[in-house]
């Protein structure tokens, strides 16, 4: 079966700092791999989604950067944090479209705190 | 533009009572829609998958329709427990995003179940 590890679950970091995320899939090949941010009292915003290593695509300018060093590994990154950067980040991953049904599955969720 | 509407915002009700919780999206040229909870400071649990071939899908307690001309889905929860207390997210995987498989999701339902 497939899971998703998404690491580390809880970050408290100063303003100015660098950021790293991981997440890694188990029991696929050829994912699409999602992060999206969920902010205090605000809905999922998707921001950054990739078809296939190094393949990264942004949705919404901002101050993170992603990376897909292999198939099923899946890097959020920044290299000076600001406090509008605190929130809940989630990785997901899916079948591609055209492959599978499309459904979407979560990790359990990174909380950054900047400060 | 594509969007994914849920309402109410919240909604509280006795346990044991069924209820219906809405979905709402603004073009009728979806792949698949999903219905997730996620309960405070975790991920995201994928709950019901319906396609676009599909009129509904049933998990225990749980049925999902959706009628993709009038642009709605609906979750339906029989016989309500404390335990459903969460909220629940909708998200549509609209034509056109291609390989990409990006979900748009709805503000969410937060459901309170009283004993």
């Known amino acids: 079966s497939q899971t998703i590890h998404q690491w580390p679950a809880t970050l408290v970091q100063p303003v100015g700092s660098p950021l790293s995320l991981e997440c890694t899939v188990e029991?696929?090949?050829?994912?699409?791999l999602y992060w999206y941010r969920q902010a205090a009292g605000r809905g999922l915003q998707l921001l950054f989604y990739?078809?296939?290593?190094?393949?990264i695509s942004s949705e919404v300018p901002q101050n993170l950067s992603a990376s897909r060093p292999q198939d099923r590994q899946f890097i959020l990154s920044s290299k000076k944090l600001l406090l509008s950067d605190s929130g809940f980040y989630l990785c997901?991953?899916?079948?591609?479209?055209?492959?599978?049904?499309?459904?979407?599955?979560f990790g359990e969720g990174s909380r950054l705190t900047v400060l | 533009k594509q969007e994914v509407t849920q309402i109410p915002a919240a909604l509280s009700v006795p346990e044991g009572e069924n209820l219906v919780l809405n979905c709402s999206f603004t073009?009728?040229?979806?792949?698949?829609l999903q219905w997730f909870r996620q309960d405070p400071g975790k991920g995201l649990t994928s709950l019901l998958l319906?396609?676009?071939?599909?009129r509904e899908q049933t998990s225990g307690r749980l049925n999902a329709s959706l009628d993709k001309s009038s642009g709605r889905s609906t979750l339906y929860i029989a016989a309500s427990q404390p335990g459903d207390s969460a909220t629940y997210l909708c998200?549509?995987?609209?034509?056109?995003?291609?390989?990409?498989?990006?979900?748009?999701f709805g503000q969410g339902t937060t459901l309170q179940v009283k004993p």
């Open positions: 997901a991953w899916s079948v591609p479209v055209g492959s599978g049904t499309g459904e979407l599955f």
């Open positions: 029991g696929t090949s050829n994912p699409n």
């Open positions: 990739s078809v296939g290593i190094g393949q």
């Open positions: 073009d009728s040229a979806i792949y698949n």
């Open positions: 319906i396609q676009s071939s599909q």
């Open positions: 998200a549509v995987i609209f034509h056109g995003s291609g390989n990409t498989g990006k979900l748009i």
